[in-house]
């Protein structure tokens, strides 16, 4: 099944903690990218990755890495997580940059930094 | 920059009867996407439609249309004959196609669907 699955589900941490989402995708695409949704705020882009070890920042980078070293993946890494990271992160992918396809989403990750 | 504006925080609509979504966007890139997400109560992302900036028709997908008014920067979602599981909250997407390869979401509207 054609799927980006995201681990873990739901997460509960403490400030400074370092903590890495993992994004997983089998579809074979070259496009992904990550986003955190907060209320009333909408989807925000935080990195994307336009291919293998191509990466750049979307419009809040702050406080978050990532890393593209094999097609598939694509995990965000927070150093040291702060309560304002509370949030519920999606990873998402798709075929092309070039096509208009459009980005197959993972089920999220809500994340608690207390 | 990029912007996607969405000014309807919340509507409703009677069942069986067609709602429209507004979406306006802002860009300097000739080349870009437009497309609209559905966000159920449970939480997942799903692609409803998609529209190119050189398509000359508007896109529709079953119940779904776009309409498309370029020289307005608009790209309002219709919805026809909805039911009650349309409710959710709908978001509003653009992408560049011509430098950077960013996506931008509005900040989405909650549509409640009344039987």
């Known amino acids: 099944e054609a799927q980006v699955t995201q681990n873990p589900r739901y997460l509960i941490t403490v400030t400074g903690k370092k903590l890495t989402v993992t994004c997983s995708q089998n579809m074979n695409h070259e496009y992904m990218s990550w986003y955190r949704q907060d209320p009333g705020l909408g989807l925000r882009q935080i990195y994307y990755?336009?291919?293998?070890?191509?990466?750049d920042k979307g419009d809040v980078p702050e406080g978050y890495k990532v890393s593209r070293k094999e097609k598939r993946n694509f995990p965000l890494i927070l150093e040291s997580p702060s309560p304002n990271q509370t949030s519920l992160y999606f990873c998402?992918?798709?075929?092309?940059?070039?096509?208009?396809?459009?980005?197959?989403f993972g089920p999220g990750t809500r994340l608690t930094v207390t | 920059a990029q912007k996607i504006t969405q000014t309807q925080p919340g509507m409703f609509v009677q069942e069986k009867e067609a709602v429209t979504l507004d979406c306006t966007y802002d860009t300097s890139d000739p080349s870009y996407g437009l497309f609209w997400y559905k966000q159920p109560s449970s939480g997942e992302m799903i692609f409803l439609i998609y529209?190119?900036?050189?398509?000359?028709q508007n896109a529709t997908e079953g119940r779904y249309s776009l309409n498309f008014q370029k020289a307005r920067k608009s790209a309002n979602l219709v919805i026809s004959a909805s039911h009650l599981g349309d409710s959710a909250m709908y978001f509003c997407?653009?992408?560049?196609?011509?430098?950077?390869?960013?996506?931008?979401f509005g900040t989405g509207t909650k549509l409640q669907v009344i039987p």
């Open positions: 529209q190119g900036s050189y398509d000359q």
């Open positions: 997407a653009m992408r560049e196609y011509g430098g950077y390869q960013k996506v931008t």
């Open positions: 990755s336009m291919n293998v070890e191509v990466t």
């Open positions: 998402a992918s798709s075929l092309s940059l070039i096509q208009a396809y459009e980005q197959y």
